[in-house]
């Protein structure tokens, strides 16, 4: 099994996930039917974010938060969503990568969810 280390390494981690939300029958529609996400630009955005996370690298400047409300407003989107977009994002790191890095991005992205989890439901009430 290989190690996460290159920005080569992450696009083909990204690209990997997002086949598998593309198709998913939890979260798929998100992507597909309610942001209708261009991928073009939507992917590049996510290998910078997850360079960032990583690397230290210094590629994605934005804010991971606020792209997610205008989709929270349409269709609520709730733990089951979360927990669902962990357990791709996990399973497709288990299935590629090993190492520091790939603990690295479970760890983070497991955090990461369970923040934006919790402002999305406080941005309904
Ligand atoms: C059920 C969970 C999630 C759904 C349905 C979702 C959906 C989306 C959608 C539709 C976009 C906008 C794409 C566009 O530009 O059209 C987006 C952007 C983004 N998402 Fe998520 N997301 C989820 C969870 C997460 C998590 C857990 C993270 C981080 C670990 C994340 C990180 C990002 C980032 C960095 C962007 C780009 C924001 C920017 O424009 O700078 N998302 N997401």
Do not use: C
């Not at 190690?3 to 798929?28: H, P, S």
């Not at 288990?94 to 999305?120: D, H, P, Q, V, W």
Request: net charge neutral.
């Amino acid at each position: 099994m290989k190690k996460l280390e290159t920005r080569e390494d992450v696009e083909f981690l990204v690209n990997k996930f997002y086949e598998k939300v593309r198709t998913d029958e939890t979260i798929g529609f998100f992507f597909n039917d309610v942001a209708k996400v261009n991928w073009d630009l939507h992917l590049p955005k996510m290998y910078s974010f997850w360079e960032t996370l990583l690397f230290g690298k210094a590629s994605y400047k934005g804010n991971p938060m606020m792209a997610h409300f205008p989709i929270n407003q349409i269709e609520p989107m709730e733990k089951r969503h979360f927990d669902q977009w962990v357990k791709l994002w996990t399973k497709t790191l288990e299935e590629n990568f090993e190492g520091e890095n790939a603990e690295a991005a479970k760890t983070k992205a497991e955090n990461i969810a369970s923040l934006m989890g919790y402002k999305m439901e406080m941005a309904r009430r």
